[in-house]
């Protein structure tokens, strides 16, 4: 069974400055798909990002980009320039295909410090 | 793009009372629904599984006969709490996917749970 392990219970960053989220996954399979859902209080499901595993460059939206390291299992998301309304939970995510099931990381609490 | 509506969003009832979840797609064909529960500050756990015109696929540990999933047309799909107890608050949540390749699920908003 995939399982998907964030480390990072709680995360600070101070405005304008970058934070990496760590995600780590474990999978048999060969090609998937990752996620970064962020969830703001209101508790909506926003995907941040996604990444497929057969894909070797990392994706990127605007400041938002991921370190995807297949060989290790590794998927991290780097916010740059953070912003007060990034503060929120994240989620690392896991599916076979774009559209089936998702696995989620246990989430990560982010704290945008002014 | 692609929208799903998610009703009611916050339901208080007391406890022995059934409770319906609505979860629609408004703009696609959502051929598969997901339901997911999510207690205060934790993940989100799948409960189910649904396809058009199939039953629901249930994860190990959640009650079919308790939560109650029909996914009777490519728009619509309902999750009733049967005889609700207030091990049932909770927030739950849906998505759904369709028929296009590559594309991402898509979450309805939520429905907070209260059961008195």
């Known amino acids: 069974a995939q399982t998907v392990t964030q480390s990072q219970p709680e995360m600070s960053v101070q405005e304008a400055e970058t934070v990496t989220l760590s995600c780590t996954y474990d999978t048999s399979e060969s090609d998937y798909y990752l996620f970064w859902y962020k969830q703001p209080p209101s508790r909506q499901m926003i995907l941040v990002i996604r990444q497929e595993a057969y894909k070797q460059q990392n994706a990127t939206e605007n400041r938002f980009s991921v370190n995807f390291q297949k060989a290790a299992k590794s998927f991290s998301l780097k916010i740059s320039d953070s912003q007060l309304g990034d503060a929120a939970m994240y989620f690392c995510a896991y599916s076979q295909t774009s559209g089936s099931r998702l696995t989620f990381g246990e989430g990560t609490q982010l704290t945008v410090n002014p | 793009g692609a929208v799903v509506s998610q009703h009611p969003s916050r339901v208080i009832c007391k406890s022995g009372t059934s409770v319906k979840i609505e979860c629609r797609s408004l703009d696609f064909q959502a051929t598969t629904m997901f339901w997911y529960r999510q207690f205060p500050k934790q993940s989100l756990m799948l409960m189910a599984t649904?396809?058009?015109?199939?039953?629901?696929?249930?994860e190990q540990g959640v009650e079919k006969d308790k939560f109650l999933i029909n996914h009777a047309s490519l728009t619509l799909s309902t999750l009733t709490v049967t005889s609700a107890h207030p091990e049932d608050s909770s927030f739950y949540i849906c998505?759904?996917?369709?028929?296009?390749?590559?594309?991402?699920?898509?979450f309805g908003d939520g429905t907070r749970l209260s059961i008195l």
């Open positions: 649904s396809n058009e015109g199939s039953k629901a696929t249930y």
């Open positions: 998505s759904a996917s369709g028929t296009e390749k590559n594309q991402p699920q898509h």
